[in-house]
């Protein structure tokens, strides 16, 4: 089979107002309000972020060199609880995607009822050009300059984008060092000797198995033989696209950042893991043949996980789509604008701030766990998460059916109308 580059996304005749994060996310927000009946006033209180910081974060260089990076921390909504929410390292960094990112996670925390807020945090660089020394210096004066924020009560970042459990068990170590004792609880997804929580890892993951299983139940179809494709092969692509393999499912192709790789009969997992684990990237992988990456999201399957970024799927792209199911793995897979030609295709979307919500769920457990000086086993953290997660759908499911709106604009109106419901008690202080 040959599959070509015939379906690029041409993103340069795209509206570039269709790929703001933040213009879809308040797209995204209007359309679920609508059914709330919010006055103006509400509307106006959930849509500004509480707090932004912007700073310059400089870094002596290996060579001798000082080099000034831009670093970003919003925190969009705190009425639930402390702001939670990841700091990525990445190249295409921006204030919109920091602000659009932070009011993902404050609906994100809302639709699985976590006790969070929303934040986000990230520094514009390409830390594939930084030396793991680098790395550290860039993390710990990021961290010093946006530490008034920063607090286990006020604000607990986590990995995302190009960062992991090294990253986090820096900005732990800055924190404690600057407040003169070791709080664990200031971040989560660091590593288990530090306070991290068993099953972290495979947590985002392991929640976007758990929705595609409901999805299944939900459609009355049949999990086992069923075919996916995974975009994204990394920290959320590469551990989903394992658990359905293990699940019975028949992983048809897979990408990374190098390109994507296809076979009918399945692609053998565990060894195209091993080979990324071995090599980085996919390229080369014998057990598939390459495809061009656009082609991957428009291959007729049961299931597809774009577990990348954002903005893969396009009004451009959209109506190629042919999978049964889209379970969102990435943060923003989807443009606003693509919403309506999916569902109008049949497309079940589940909505990014459900799907991928299995990460953030068990970093409230990590932070639980450091509260109390106490750690679970990985069993009873998979356990809680399978059971907070499948609340969640069926919750996210019913309202579906009562406001006869899709899932995503369901997980909008709940989400919302929690974080609505905690302004409305706790009244505005003057």
């Given amino acids: 089979m040959t599959l070509t580059a015939g379906l690029e996304t041409r993103a340069d005749i795209l509206d570039t107002e269709e790929l703001n994060p933040m213009s879809a996310m308040l797209a995204r927000y209007d359309a679920a309000s609508k059914h709330l009946g919010l006055d103006s006033g509400m509307n106006r209180l959930l849509t500004h972020p509480e707090y932004e910081i912007q700073v310059a974060v400089p ?21 639930r609880g402390p702001g939670k929410g990841g700091i990525r390292f990445d190249a295409g960094v921006s204030i919109e995607e920091v602000r659009a990112l932070a009011a993902w996670m404050t609906w994100k925390c809302a639709v699985v009822d976590l006790p969070f807020g929303g ?34 009560d006020s604000d607990v970042p986590a990995p995302d984008v190009n960062t992991n459990e090294q990253t986090m068990a820096w900005i732990l170590d800055t924190y404690s060092m600057h407040v003169g004792r070791s709080t664990p609880g200031v971040v989560t997804g660091k590593p288990v000797a530090l306070g991290g929580s068993l099953g972290r890892r495979d947590a985002t993951g392991r929640g976007c198995l758990i929705m595609i299983k409901e999805a299944f139940a939900h459609l009355g179809m049949q999990l086992q033989g069923s075919t996916v494709a995974v975009q994204g092969f990394g920290k959320v692509g590469g551990v ?94 989807t443009t606003a604008e693509a919403d309506a030609i999916l569902d109008a295709n049949g497309v079940f979307v589940i909505p990014d701030i459900l799907a991928n919500a299995g990460g953030v769920t068990v970093s409230y457990f990590e932070w639980v766990q450091n509260r109390a000086a106490y750690h679970w086993t990985e069993r009873v953290v998979n356990d809680r998460l399978t059971e907070i997660m499948k609340r969640a759908f069926s919750d996210v499911a019913r309202e579906s059916r009562k406001r006869n709106v899709t899932m995503r604009t369901a997980a909008y109106c709940l989400a919302i109308d929690r974080v609505a419901t905690a302004h409305r008690l706790r009244g505005l202080y003057a």
């Avoid at 060579?63 to 919003?74: A, E, I, L, S, W």
């Avoid at 945090?121 to 530490?147: A, D, Q, V």
Wanted: charged share 20%; proline share 5%.
């Fill in 59 to 79: 870094v002596e260089m290996d060579n001798g060199d000082v080099q000034v990076f831009t670093g970003y921390r919003v925190i969009h909504n705190t009425a």
């Fill in 119 to 152: 934040a986000k945090g990230g520094i514009l660089c390409n830390p594939f050009r930084l030396s793991s020394r680098e790395l550290e210096r860039l993390t710990r004066r990021y961290t010093s300059r946006i530490i008034s924020t920063l607090g286990p």
């Fill in 240 to 333: 989903a696209a394992r658990l359905l393999h293990e699940a019975g499912c028949r992983v048809v192709a897979i990408s990374d950042r190098g390109g994507a790789i296809y076979n009918a009969k399945g692609i053998d997992i565990p060894a195209a893991l091993k080979w990324v684990g071995n090599r980085v990237l996919l390229d080369g992988f014998p057990g598939a043949e390459p495809i061009a990456a656009e082609a991957l999201l428009a291959l007729d399957v049961d299931v597809l996980v774009p577990a990348a970024m954002e903005n893969v799927i396009t009004s451009i792209n959209a109506g190629d789509v042919r999978a049964r199911i889209v379970c969102e793995g990435a943060n923003g897979p």
